[in-house]
Structure formats: C-alpha cells, structure tokens
Nanobody
Framework: QVQLVESGGGLVQAGGSLRLSCAASGKTFLINSMNWYRQSPGKQRELVAGITTGGITNYADSVKGRFTISRDDASNTAYLQMNMLKPEDTAAYYC???????????????WGTGTLVTVSS
C-alpha cells in the first residue's frame, strides 16, 4: 500500500545537526500522519515526533526545542531536522506512516527499515 524509504542518518559530533528524510510512495492518499520513532539497544522503540496531514505536530519531551518535523506533501516526504544533538540521541530512527484504510477509521502502520544516527561525545 505505502512504502517508506529513509535517508540522512550518519555520524555526528555532539552539538551537531542532521536531517532525516522519509519518502513515501504508493497509496499516499491513505496517510493520516507521518512519524519518527527511534530505538537504541536494550530500549523500547519510542515516538520522537509526529505530524498530521493538517500540520499538527507533537514531540517527545526529550527533543522539544531541538528537533523539528515537517512534511512536503508535493513530494510525499517527511523530514526530521535534528539540532543540538546529544550522545543519548544515538539510535536507529524509523519512519512510520499511519494510514486510515476505511471509512470506519481503521488504521494501519507502515514502517521504513530505519537509518542509524550516532552522536559522539
């Protein structure tokens, strides 16, 4: 239905910046929100930021003021601008699209394969 491809991860020093991209293809009209999650070894996957089709955003407390999520509907791409990176931001970052698949509002999650972000101290 929807395929997601992430890019933009890498190695950066603490205090630096990275921008992640997530390009969606397929039945993108089903997408209700696009979200970024992350997972580091031994920890559960956590929501980092999300943005709805209406442009409403939400952020984890740990990234507020440092990360910014945005989307370009023309290219069906979501971005995560990450500034003032900290070593604790090191994780695999996953793009998620939440689809609404019927008139009853049933949802379906689609995931990218992840991109690794490493922040050195």
């Amino acid at each position: 239905q929807v395929q997601l491809v992430e890019s933009g991860g890498g190695l950066v020093q603490a205090g630096g910046s990275l921008r992640l991209s997530c390009a969606a293809s397929g039945k993108t009209f089903l997408i209700n929100s696009m979200n970024w999650y992350r997972q580091s070894p031994g920890k559960q996957r956590e929501l980092v930021a999300g943005i709805t089709t209406g442009g409403i955003t939400n952020y984890a407390d740990s990234v507020k003021g440092r990360f910014t999520i945005s989307r370009d509907d023309a290219s069906n791409t979501a971005y995560l601008q990450m500034n003032m990176l900290k070593p604790e931001d090191t994780a695999a970052y996953y793009c998620n699209a939440r689809l609404v698949v019927n008139v009853e509002g049933a949802t379906l999650d689609r995931w990218g394969t992840g991109t690794l972000v490493t922040v050195s101290s």
